[in-house]
């Protein structure tokens, strides 16, 4: 027997949130769901690309040195911007990236 635990809802209600469509889930036909879900990637790395393009054209228009930031910023050293110290970096030099 099938187990129908709240668990299966709940992943039911995600599946229906990641169609990213306006109605009513329930309306829509199953393969549009299942592209929409199966293009979750692609819209992740389009969105990251354009947050990312959007952080270097601020950073270029205000005048910032992209080595200076990551030597002020980089706090441990290790050659690399924790998602911490990135995030850090963003809030202090007022980088609007909720757009």
Do not use: C, P, W
């Not at 306006?22 to 389009?46: L, T």
């Not at 270097?56 to 228009?61: E, I, R, T, V």
């Amino acid at each position: 027997m099938h187990d129908t635990a709240v668990t299966d809802y709940i992943r039911m209600n995600r599946i229906a949130g990641f169609a990213f469509m306006q109605g009513h889930a329930k309306k829509k036909k199953v393969a549009e769901v299942m592209y929409r879900i199966n293009d979750r990637a692609a819209m992740k790395e389009r969105i990251e690309e354009q947050t990312l393009t959007h952080i270097a054209l601020y950073l270029d228009k205000q005048g910032y040195n992209l080595n200076e930031l990551f030597k002020r910023f980089n706090t441990d050293q290790d050659e690399f911007l924790s998602d911490v110290e990135l995030f850090e970096m963003l809030e202090i030099i007022h980088v609007n990236v909720n757009q």
